[in-house]
C-alpha cells in the first residue's frame, strides 16, 4: 500500500458539496484501485448516492424527482437500481403537489431528461 490511502473526503453525488465524512480505502482494494486513488489528485471522491446534509434537508421536503438514464453519465457510474444512472439533476416536488396518493413509503422516482424538460422542470430551476 502506497502512503496516499489514508482518507480523503467523500463529496456528495446531488450537489458536488464535500460530505462531512471520511472515507478509507479498505485493504481488498485491488492494486490497480489503489493507484487510481493515489492518482486521483481531488482529495475528494464521490463514493455512494447517499446525499449530505444539506441535500438530504432538501430530499425530505417532498418527492424527489431523480433524472436519470438507461446508460452511465461517465465510464464505471455505479448504478443506482437496476440499470438505471442518474445525472446529478433533481427536483423535489412536495407531496400535496401529486394528484394521485403515493405511498408513504415512496420518497423518490426517475424521470427522463425529456420528460423534466416537457414539464418545464428545466426552466423552473434557472427562476
Ligand atoms: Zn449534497
Redesign the pocket.
Known sequence: MRDCDVVKMSK?F????E?DELILLGNKATRKEQNEWCDNKSMSVIVSYE??E??KEEFDKGIQLIEAQDDPVTPKQPEISEGVYPTGRFWVIKREAFTDDIPEEQTFMFIKEETAKEMGLYEAESV
Open positions: 456528495c446531488w450537489c458536488n458539496g460530505k446525499p449530505c444539506k441535500c
